[in-house]
């Protein structure tokens, strides 16, 4: 029984270990996908102007085009906060 339940709580912390790894991975990538926008924009007239043209969806958008990230990065809703706050 003692090993049985040494397995079931070691299985929980690696499930959570594993949750912890992936919103924090998936928050830096946003982050990071944010930061790369922020500096476009803040460098280049053009892009500026483009971005506020454009909007801030369609130059995300773009961005996650041009980054080529897989959709479980893109659908992880620490991905879209760590975008949203660093722009």
Not at 55 to 66: M, P, S, V, Y
Request: charged share 15%; hydrophobic share 50%.
């Amino acid at each position: 029984m003692r090993l049985v339940l040494g397995l079931i709580n070691t299985g929980i912390r690696l499930v959570l270990l594993l949750l912890i790894a992936y919103i924090c991975s998936t928050a830096y990538v946003g982050f990071r996908v944010g930061r790369a926008i922020y500096t476009a924009k803040s460098t280049n007239v053009v892009a500026a102007i483009g971005s506020s043209i454009a909007g801030r969806d369609n130059t995300e958008k773009f961005a996650l085009e041009r980054a080529n990230l897989p959709a479980y990065v893109t659908e992880s809703p620490a991905f879209w906060w760590g975008l949203r706050l660093s722009e």
